[in-house]
């Protein structure tokens, strides 16, 4: 007899794993179907089923995994038919495979906690520590609704951040293409007119049948230089900065940007400090709360800075002493810390420090929303204004010159 595993539901029930043993594939299935159940899938003791592969997670689906388990705990809910479910109503392919891998482990009688820690190797660094050690501490229900919390509002920040970038660039681009009509069409027919006549241009009027010239020349050639232009966009963002400077100096000089610099750099820092303070409670070391945050980093700059302040921790440094130390981190966190070492609450204060960035976000995205379209409109209706009137300069010199 030979022993295999089985996953099979039936009509409008959760699905249901085990083992049953049988002489072939075919002789199981039919047992199978004649006990009722209408959907099964047999797997050899050694196959691993095809949501068990262990293949790592992505971080999106990290973060479906842990949002669903955290809702569904605190709603008291079952959680293996509630990732079932979940699984089905999943747009990523990712997210829902490590859902129904863990429904599996959950419906063959593991306990949540064991379940996670058999999908550690699919797990990213960051999630693993988090949920031996709260585990450990028996508060893995708790932990993993801090951690869908902290995911929530670092996906909410990123989110204002694109949204404060792109409103500005959507006006922006209108505008000039409204403002593109002026060189294309109308300063065309003057300059045409002033050759006829042969009239002398001031210089402004000069300048302004160059800029026709052009814009015309980039119009009629849109399709050489754009590609080039994004190419050497990309290649400076992704090649020759990171090549340059490492991925931590090239996002370094992405804070320095005008505007939105300081947007990205707050950002990180509120991901930074909520994630530092969940692992913080659930007690890991600082050390290696800091090494685990850095794997869970999506900025380079703080991946690069938590590996150094592991380091320094592990030589007994103080939080606030690593932090000082390392570049390219706001200088507000650092009184934040420093307050928390002294009464205990490092957590807390972290915690602080994270709603104090993230509010820095939104308020500086609502203010980049709501003077930069009224900026670009000002800029534009000067640059319509002083071409209108350099265009008109020689024909007032040449009505003048008549009288």
């Known amino acids: 007899m030979t022993r295999f595993r089985y996953v099979a539901s ?153 949204q404060s970038v792109a409103y500005p660039l959507c006006v922006l681009t209108i505008s000039l293409l409204l403002l593109l009509i002026l060189p294309l069409l109308v300063v065309p027919e003057f300059k045409k007119m002033f050759g006829e006549f042969g009239i002398h241009l001031p210089a402004i009027t000069q300048a302004v049948i160059a800029i026709s010239d052009i814009s015309i020349w980039l119009v009629h050639n849109v399709v050489i230089w754009l590609p080039l232009v994004i190419i050497g966009v990309w290649g400076t963002m992704y090649l020759v900065l990171p090549g340059l400077l490492g ?13 939105i610099g300081r947007l990205w750099q707050w950002t990180a820092t509120a991901e930074f400090s909520n994630l530092l303070a969940v692992l913080l409670e659930a007690g890991l070391p600082l050390p290696e709360a800091l090494r685990l945050t850095g794997a869970g980093m999506h900025d380079a700059n703080y991946r690069d800075a938590c590996r150094r302040m592991g380091d320094l921790a592990e030589q007994a440094s103080p939080l606030s002493g690593c ?68 265009l008109f300069l020689p024909l007032i010199s040449l009505v003048s010159g008549l009288a």
């Not at 991925?247 to 505007?259: K, S, T």
């Open 247 to 259: 991925r931590a100096g090239a996002r370094r000089v992405l804070y320095a940007a005008p505007g």
């Open 10 to 162: 039936r009509s409008g029930a959760a699905r249901v794993a085990g083992e049953i043993e049988s002489p072939t594939r075919d002789d199981a299935e039919r047992q199978l179907r004649a006990a009722g159940y209408d959907s099964v899938e047999i797997f050899a003791e050694d196959q691993p089923s095809p949501d068990a592969v262990d293949t790592p997670w992505t971080a999106r689906a990290t973060a479906d995994v842990v949002d669903r388990v955290a809702q569904l705990a605190g709603d008291g809910l079952s959680l293996a038919a509630g990732l079932r479910a979940a699984a089905d109503e999943s747009a990523g392919r990712g997210s829902a495979r490590a859902m129904r891998q863990l429904a599996e482990q959950l419906e063959q009688g593991q306990s949540l906690d064991e379940a996670l820690r058999r999908s550690s190797r699919s797990l990213p660094p960051h999630v693993q520590g988090l949920v031996l050690a709260a585990a450990r501490t028996g508060r893995l229900g708790t932990t993993l609704h801090e951690l869908s919390e902290q995911q929530r509002l670092v996906r909410e920040a990123v989110m204002s951040v694109w």
């Open 323 to 390: 932090l000082d130390s390392q570049s390219g981190i706001p200088t507000s966190l650092l009184p934040l810390v420093r307050w928390g070492e002294k009464t205990g609450e490092v957590a807390d204060s972290l915690r602080t420090a994270a709603a104090m960035f993230i509010e820095r976000v939104r308020l500086r995205s609502v203010l980049l929303r709501s003077i930069a379209p009224p900026m670009v409109f000002i800029v534009v209706l000067v640059v319509i204004s002083l071409s209108v009137v350099s």
